[in-house]
């Protein structure tokens, strides 16, 4: 593997998580990271690729990695999204984590250029249509309409979630189950 590299300013953005971030959350949160970030690079080498430099920044990790051909360049780019949702398997046991990988994987998958959606967006269109692409640089400019999208989203707050469906299904993780006991657990 080659070289792993830790941006300074992620040193005081983790203090700061420390401080503020219920531990359970933060520790659901990280796992939930290095799972998304293994499942890349168990693709990269599994693609038949090399890992040259991983890289920690406060906004999330980059590997830089090379890979024989766009296909399989493509199928590790979007390894990590599907190994965050796979964490949805855990949600009877490890709640948080199953919903923190969740929230990671859809967030990675929005087709905005620095996430793992904006680069499987632009290196796909390449792939299906590759003068198009030259040409019009679509993906470039729905990052772009899509970001503002986002901003907008964001704005209205807890009604772009619903009518997403993220929170169907965070009441669906959270559902309660009926308690047969009384009010006291006493009957």
Not at 31 to 54: D, I, K, P, S
Not at 83 to 105: D, E, N, T
Request: glycine share 14%; charged share 15%.
């Amino acid at each position: 593997m080659g070289k792993l590299r830790v941006d300074p300013w992620l040193y005081y953005i983790a203090a700061l998580l420390v401080l503020t971030l219920p531990l359970r959350w933060l520790l659901a949160a990280l796992t939930a990271g290095v799972v998304h970030e293994l499942c890349h690079l168990a693709a990269v080498r599994g693609l038949g690729g090399r890992v040259l430099q991983v890289r920690l920044k406060p906004g999330g990790a980059a590997i830089d990695a090379v890979l024989p051909g766009q296909g399989r360049e493509l199928l590790a780019i979007l390894a990590g999204p599907v190994g965050s949702l796979l964490l949805l398997g855990v949600h009877r046991w490890f709640p948080r984590l199953a919903l923190c990988g969740m929230v990671q994987g859809l967030f990675n998958l929005l087709p905005v250029r620095p996430l793992d959606g904006g680069r499987a967006l632009e290196l796909g269109t390449k792939l299906l249509c590759p003068g198009w692409a030259e040409r019009i640089q679509f993906a470039a400019e729905l990052s772009v309409f899509l970001c503002a999208g986002l901003t907008a989203g964001a704005i209205f707050g807890r009604a772009a979630l619903w009518l997403l469906g993220i929170g169907w299904i965070c009441r669906w993780l959270w559902r309660k189950k009926p308690c047969k006991a009384g009010r006291n657990g006493v009957q």
